[in-house]
């Protein structure tokens, strides 16, 4: 594993009829839905260490700490960014922001832990055992 502080990430959608908070069962109103906004900033953070992983190893995501600061209406490009701050062994600390083409529209931090693909879907696959 290569992965260092200072290592970004980026992700981007537009918001759409599929991505709102009424699609999302997460509020009655056609904008960026706050569960998508979440989406998009682990997608940002993953795909920022994902190459500087060994085969066979991933990372999944354990914390989000973020605010969603302003709405944005469907048809509006949004984006996610991140940044490594921390690496403490197989634990990943990022700070996480999202932007409409307005300004900032959230916020936060974001915790992952890079694990073994086999042996975490073993692990995984154990909870379907009577």
């Known amino acids: 594993m290569s992965v260092t502080v ?3 990430g980026r992700a981007e959608t537009v918001v759409n009829d599929s991505n709102t908070a009424q699609a999302a069962c997460s509020g009655a109103l056609p904008v960026f839905g706050t569960p998508f906004l979440c989406a998009l900033m682990e997608e940002a953070a993953w795909k920022s260490i994902a190459p500087h992983l060994e085969a066979g190893q991933s ?3 354990t914390r989000l700490n973020i605010s969603h600061d302003s709405a ?4 509006i490009k949004v984006w996610a960014e991140s940044e490594v701050t921390a690496v403490d062994g197989k634990r990943l600390v990022l700070k996480v922001f999202a932007y409409d083409e307005k ?6 931090t974001h915790e992952r832990f890079v694990i073994t693909d086999d042996r975490f879907l073993a692990k995984t696959a154990k909870k379907r055992e009577g």
């Not at 944005?72 to 048809?75: D, R």
């Not at 300004?103 to 936060?108: M, S």
């Open 103 to 108: 300004g900032l529209i959230g916020q936060g």
């Open 59 to 61: 990372t999944v995501g």
């Open 6 to 8: 200072g290592l970004k």
């Open 72 to 75: 944005t209406p469907v048809g």
